[in-house]
């Protein structure tokens, strides 16, 4: 096999890839005898088929597909001995690589175009991005102290509804006649009062009794889409169809007492602290609710920073190769327009998927699958398997065992563990952008915080893509391109 390159642009070339017989035919036999193995014809034993007629039936397939593989092999292998680092996928050149003859050829030559990275100046040093410092409005850290106060509180079961009550009973669909509708809706569910919009259908529950009969319209009761569905048992897209009344049996009725402030339950909230005091209990909420939205902060900061880098940093890209490349891998006609529409954003995108890479390269920027248990153990489990008061040696080994079983488990789950591989790599590349990019630190509240948001930024959420530096061979499994 040969495999030679010939620059055709500033950032492109086209790879030359030469096929001998040599660099299949081996494979090609090895396959025809494992074919005979799995042939059964009428007239032959299992097994015996005769070599002539696997090659008839089978010759040219496989020789079409060991010919690919050696050429993709050789391709790749090229790629990677000489250090080229691609921007997308080699795209073949139908114009030149000559057609084959399957059946007669021995020899083939295909022709690929490629498009290489540029280079560029990496210095975070000489960029600027503010970092905000997040705290709760007193409203919000009212509302968050009362719902600790909730989910700590007493059930009780009053015998009439309040208007905070959770109320468990029987609904039945009726029909136009007022009757139980024949194939209707009829299931256990269950009324959360406050969530009833309608104040007539409010005032239809507040003061009724076990057994109580409520009819009403459900759809103009719950407004939210989601609550009606919890509500009818029913598919978020079943429940906007539903336009009947309802007839709603009272079996059952609950009411949260909230939890006095005291110090058994800031013990119970905060295990971990030795908390004495409403003050104390109140900042440890209050330090919580930072912990939350310093998230929140470092995504908005890596997208501002982000965009400084992209703007900032000036690189040449082969355009006209990727907008072939993006075109190559849509889907539908659908999305091709939508990158003929918004190739400048494709572009911002890839500039900075390149930039990101190379901060990785900098800055040995990994995520391992340890870094992904560790965080299963550390950050998701905990809450789910909490220490117990007054936990033993033995115990505390057996839970921490545990945690560590269930997270290797979840490695597993491949899309979850995806997921968790982008959170970790970019919360690793926001660290380091905090550390060496020029950041001006400011204290807001969070009201403040969404106001300085556009509503784009409010609601954007960051793609689930894998980075990674090296050119690798496309999969099936592959859903979008992958950029190096």
Known sequence: MKVSQEKNGN??????????ANDYQAQVEKQLKEQRKKMSVPGFRPGQVPVSMVKKMYGTQLKAQQIERAMSDGLYKFIDENKIKVLGSPLANDEKTPKAD???DTEFTFYFDIACQPEFELNLSKHKADLYDIEPTQQMLDKFIEDQRM??????SPETIGEKDMVYGRLVQLGEDGAP?????????????????LATVKKQFIGKKKDSVITFKPAKALKDANHLASFLRKSTDEAKEFNSDAQFTVETIQRMTPAEMNEEFFSRVYADKNIKDEASFTQACKDELCKAYAREADTY???????????????????????RWLKATANSEDDAKKIEDNFDKYLDGIRWQMIEGEIAQKYGIKVGDEDIINYYKTELLPSYFPAMPDE??????????????VA??????????????????DRKITDVLKQNMKVSQKKL??????KQMSPAEATEKKPAKKRTAKAEKKTEEEQQPSLF
């Open 11 to 20: 950032l492109t070339s086209l790879v030359k890839v030469e096929i001998e």
């Open 102 to 104: 399957w059946d007669k």
């Open 151 to 156: 989910r700590f509180g007493k059930v009780e």
């Open 181 to 197: 509708m024949e194939n209707g809706i009829d299931t256990k569910t269950t009324m959360y009062v406050e969530r009833i919009a």
């Open 301 to 323: 900061f890596l997208n501002k920073a982000s965009e400084e880098l992209v703007k900032s940093i000036k690189m040449e890209l082969p355009e006209e190769f990727l907008k």
């Open 392 to 405: 033993s040696e033995e115990q505390k080994k057996e839970r921490e065992q545990h945690l560590d079983s």
């Open 408 to 425: 290797r488990n979840m490695l597993n789950e491949r899309e979850q563990s995806k997921q968790v591989y982008n959170y970790l790599f």
């Open 445 to 450: 509240n969070m009201d403040e915080f969404l």
